[in-house]
Nanobody, 116 residues
Framework: QVTLVESGGGLVQPGGSLRLSCVGY????????MEWYRQAPGKQRDEVAR????????YADDSVKGRFTISRDNGKNTVYLQMDSLKPEDTAVYYC?????????WGQGTQVTVRP
């Protein structure tokens, strides 16, 4: 069974940093594209960033460019989201999404709260 497990969320003050991790289990090879989404209260789930299996990043959300960095370690089947200069509007549940052999998998989410 393929699963994704996120960690690293928490409460941080504006201007602070957090590093999210998403570890994949149950695959025999690396995931293909891996992505981070976020969902704020009362809003839809939106893509934040994605990274290809050979490490090319793309930031779908203009508001995170220059502040967030997506990376991955294929040997650990893990994708990371380094979040710097956090703002209250970054508060959301962050989800990991990954594709493998024509299937899409989601993690359970990790809460990020940014407030003084």
């Amino acid at each position: 069974q393929v699963t994704l497990v996120e960690s690293g969320g928490g409460l941080v003050q504006p201007g602070g940093s957090l590093r999210l991790s998403c570890v994949g289990y149950g695959t025999t090879t690396s995931f293909h594209t891996m992505e981070w989404y976020r969902q704020a209260p009362g809003k839809q789930r939106d893509e934040v960033a994605r990274i290809t299996d050979d490490g090319f990043p793309y930031y779908a959300d203009d508001s995170v460019k220059g502040r967030f960095t997506i990376s991955r370690d294929n040997g650990k089947n893990t994708v990371y989201l380094q979040m710097d200069s956090l703002k209250p509007e970054d508060t959301a549940v962050y989800y990991c999404k990954a594709a493998w052999r024509s299937y899409i998998y989601w993690g359970q989410g990790t809460q990020v709260t940014v407030r003084p």
